[in-house]
């Protein structure tokens, strides 16, 4: 069944994006990532337009995120004062990323850094998780009773600290918001929601339980991605509500799914399937930069991207 | 059917009467698109006949070309190149004009039918219409850019060549269709009709094709570029539903 999209002006077979929305859905479930690094990429393929999928893909992530987190919201695996710290770094660093995508923009080669930062942030990010959750799952195999290692580093001796309950944590709030600007300014650069960097950042950076991790991520991404909406809605007019619902449809759906999985799942074999596909991602994009592409020449709109 | 074919006659009642070119009658199966939410792409029948004053004359057998034309827009080209190792655009170049869809369908191969005179004349292959409006002279190697331009348009199916594909009976009665893409953009479309003799125009006839969105495709294009915030909000709310939706739904199918 084919459906005309307004804003994207093509007309697409409905199912497969009812398809591609339950696929990152269930993603975005399973890992309390957006699901925008992969997305995205796959909107292109079908032949949407670049500035439309972006700013699309921002609406549906809401839609996944908000339908995943009222989930975790009744597992009580949501830290809302951490997600709400993380939140203001988040709309801050948006923000500023708008401000830098339009300054890079104005040089061109603008696409080339967005897929550059794909490359960067999804290998390092990738790799790091993988190599440490080889080494969780390994340790877990060794020792059956594992003991929590407290980390006494730079996250404790700075100032403003703040207890968060739900992730066993009494530290700063100056690292959760330098987190949130990063992430938030990378997230408007790529156009995705961050989470595939917020999850480690959280992990790793901050030391938080992965359980918790997951529906903290989400719970923040609903808001970031929400601001974006507006911010494309209102100065792009790229926002396609037709291909938003469909994708949503599918998402929402893939996305209760994707939680059920996760539920079952322990937390080295979920950070390790992340890690995998983090990693796949990055090798495809990398290889696009690589190989001679079949077509050396490309259209844009005049003046634009 | 009945109604299309009272419309066709109406048309073709409508066009043999104060037609400037005197001697094309001409006929469409539809001098409007309406794109709705189900739009996937849609053919377009062009018919008519040549009077017979020019069609007896004995100078030469006649040929028909019908082109078809999207309003035309400013395109930019890329050109991608190796640099430290990856492959990133290196060089651009802006055609000024050019239509994002194009459909030439003559009687014959494009070369026998119109001659190299006629095509500059009248801009009748997509090559000669994007070099006629569209390039300034100052640039080195332009014509690389704009084949690339016609290559990747030809590929989607936006620019078309369609030789033989003009049914020209006994000299007088000609038909040909074309498909439009399902990825069309709104605006007047011309589409133009020139008899050809040895490759020169004789008589050439334009009319507009009408392609614009109806119903709820014109609601939401309407109110995303008129009341931003509003569609903004609306697109927000609908995906706050959804999300809302879907957990309560699966909610009650865990019991």
């Known amino acids: ?3 005309y999209l307004p804003i994207a002006e093509v007309s697409v077979n409905a199912f497969v994006l009812l398809g591609l929305g339950g696929l990152v859905g269930i993603l975005s479930g399973m890992f309390g990532v957006g699901g925008g690094f992969l997305m995205t990429p796959l909107l292109f393929f079908i032949g949407i337009p670049p500035a439309v999928a972006v700013a699309t893909e921002a609406n549906q992530i809401v839609a996944s995120s908000f339908s ?90 700075l100032p403003f600290k703040m207890r968060f309950r739900v992730s066993g944590l009494y530290i700063s709030i100056i690292p959760p918001i330098v987190v949130g600007v990063a992430v938030g300014v990378l997230a408007a650069i790529m156009g995705v929601g961050g989470g595939f960097v917020m999850v480690p950042a959280m992990i790793y950076l ?20 929400a601001f974006t909406t507006m911010l494309h809605a209102t100065t792009n007019y790229t926002v396609d509500m037709v291909l938003a619902v469909l994708l949503l449809i599918g998402g929402v759906i893939g996305a209760q799914f994707g939680t059920m999985i996760g539920a ?33 020449f490309s259209l844009g709109v005049a003046g634009g991207h | ?19 400037s070119a005197q ?22 029948l062009i018919f008519g006949a040549l009077k017979h004053e020019t069609a007896a004359s004995s100078a030469g057998d006649l040929d028909v070309v019908v082109t078809i ?17 990856i492959w990133v655009n290196v060089e651009a170049f802006d055609v000024d004009l050019a239509p994002s869809f194009y459909a030439v369908a003559t ?127 609306l697109s927000l709310a609908i995906a706050i539903f959804s999300g809302w939706a879907a957990a309560a739904a699966f909610r009650l199918l865990r019991g």
């Not at chain 1, 901050?206 to 991605?225: A, D, E, R």
């Not at chain 2, 001409?26 to 189900?38: P, R, V």
């Not at chain 2, 035309?72 to 640099?83: A, F, L, Q, S």
């Not at chain 2, 614009?212 to 294009?221: F, T």
């Open chain 2, 69 to 85: 034309a999207s309003p035309r827009n400013p395109v930019t080209v890329r050109r991608k190149d190796k640099r430290l190792g």
């Open chain 1, 68 to 157: 995943g987190v009222l989930a975790h919201v009744k597992r009580k695996t949501v830290d809302f004062k951490m997600g709400g710290v993380l939140l203001i770094g988040g709309l801050v660093g948006a923000a500023l990323g708008v401000v830098v995508f339009n300054y890079l923009k104005s040089l061109g080669q603008v696409d080339l850094l967005v897929k550059l930062c794909y490359v960067l942030f999804l290998g390092v990010v990738g790799s790091l998780m993988f190599a440490e959750s080889l080494r969780a799952l390994r340790k877990s195999k060794q020792v059956a009773v594992s003991k929590p290692r407290k980390k006494r580093g730079l996250v404790h001796s």
């Open chain 1, 264 to 296: 079952k799942l322990k937390a080295e074999q979920l950070r390790i399937l992340l890690a995998l596909m983090v990693l796949l991602v990055c090798g495809k994009l990398a290889l696009d930069l690589i190989v001679e592409p079949a077509e050396l």
């Open chain 2, 23 to 44: 001697d094309i009658v001409l006929g469409m199966s539809k001098n409007e698109i309406g794109i709705t939410a189900f739009f996937n792409g849609s053919e377009i």
């Open chain 2, 107 to 233: 009687t014959g191969p494009f070369d026998r039918v119109v001659s190299e005179a006629s095509d500059l004349w009248h801009q009748i292959s997509v090559r000669q219409l994007i070099r006629a409006v569209a390039v300034p002279p100052s640039t080195n190697n332009k014509d690389q850019f704009t084949e690339a331009l016609v290559r990747v348009r030809e590929e989607q199916g936006l620019y078309q060549m369609l030789p033989g594909s003009v049914q020209l009976q006994e000299q007088t009665l000609f038909s040909t269709s074309v498909s439009l893409p399902s990825n069309l953009v709104e605006g007047a479309y011309s589409a133009r009709i020139f008899v050809m003799r040895d490759g020169e125009v004789v008589s050439q006839y334009q009319t507009a094709i009408d392609v614009h969105k109806v119903g709820i495709e014109r609601w939401l294009y309407n109110l995303a570029h008129e009341r931003p915030v509003v569609y903004g909000l």
């Open chain 1, 1 to 3: 069944m084919y459906i």
């Open chain 1, 206 to 225: 901050l030391g938080m339980p992965t359980k918790v991790v997951v529906g903290t991520s989400l719970f923040q991404i609903i808001f970031v991605t």
């Open chain 2, 1 to 19: 059917m009945q109604g299309f074919f009272a419309r066709l006659l109406f048309a073709l009642l409508a066009l043999s009467g104060p037609v």
